[in-house]
Structures are given as C-alpha cells and as structure tokens.
C-alpha cells in the first residue's frame, strides 16, 4: 500500500466518478461535512490536527474500505502488517465499523501529503492523523471516502 496522486483516483477500481467528482469539489471550495453517495458509500470531509502516535490507538475495520484523500497539510499513517502485540483497546464497534487496539507493533511510516490519497482495506492495521514530529503545521484537510465491502 502506497499512496498515490489525487489525479490517479481514475485508476483506483473502488473509486466511482461521483467520488472522483467530490474530490475536485472539494478541492475547489473544501467544507466539513458528511457526503452520502450512492450504493451506500459515503465520506466524510474534516480539518483535523494530527496527534503524536503514542496519544492514539491502532484501528482495524471489517465492513468498509477507506480512501483517505489529503487536501490540505500532510499526515502520518502507521500501517501494520499483523496484530501481533496489540491488545483490544475497545470492542468493536458495529455502527462505526472500528475495532481500536492498544500496544506495540512493527509498523511502516507512510507519508500522505496534499494532493495524495491512500487505500486501507478491511482486516489492515493502522493509525492514521499522525502528527510528523517537529512539523511547524499539523492541521489536515481531509476527506475520508467510505466504500462497502463487497
């Protein structure tokens, strides 16, 4: 998993024109919110500040893949291959579709920058809204685009 530029979202096989048509709205005029699209798909637009990664949990997902689109700012996803070392930080949670786990694990630094977006499938570990340490900003622009699992 690697992130890729904004204008490679055509290329993406989970990624439908409507999304594609958000993303360059969003990117025009960016506004908070929730974005319902179709085949119960939907995302969610937020300014968020990113977090050192030691304040955070791991998450794990089962019903949802997540596209998360930088707008604006960079952020840090720590990406796991396993759990191993992660304990069940809360049950998961049907409505939020999240699993948070607490603890140690390997894991790989993936830089997300505006203008760049990274695919997270069911079943993969990560933290994502993780602040680089000595950035001088840690606001993020960003649009989280949630597709159903087939």
């Known amino acids: 998993m690697r992130t890729r530029f904004i204008s490679d979202l055509k290329v ?18 960016f506004e908070t919110g929730r974005y319902d699209l ?9 300014t968020l500040i990113a977090r050192p990664a030691d304040k955070m949990n791991y998450q794990t997902h089962k ?9 604006g700012g960079f952020e840090m996803l720590l990406l796991s291959q ?3 070392g992660l304990l069940e930080a809360a049950p ?3 409505e939020s579709d999240t699993q ?3 603890g140690g694990t390997t894991y790989e630094p993936i830089l997300i920058q505006s203008g760049e977006y990274l695919t997270v499938y069911p079943g993969e570990v990560y933290k994502s809204g993780v ?5 001088t900003s840690r606001e993020v622009k960003k649009l989280t685009i949630y597709i159903p699992k087939e």
């Open 12 to 29: 993406n096989k989970v990624i439908t024109n409507e999304m594609i048509d958000l993303v360059k709205k969003l990117q025009a005029n």
């Open 100 to 102: 948070y786990l607490k």
């Open 131 to 135: 602040a680089i340490p000595k950035a």
């Open 92 to 94: 998961y949670d049907t």
């Open 38 to 46: 179709a085949n119960g798909a939907f995302a969610i637009a937020e």
């Open 82 to 84: 396993s759990k191993r």
């Open 63 to 71: 019903k949802y893949i997540r596209v998360h689109v930088v707008l």
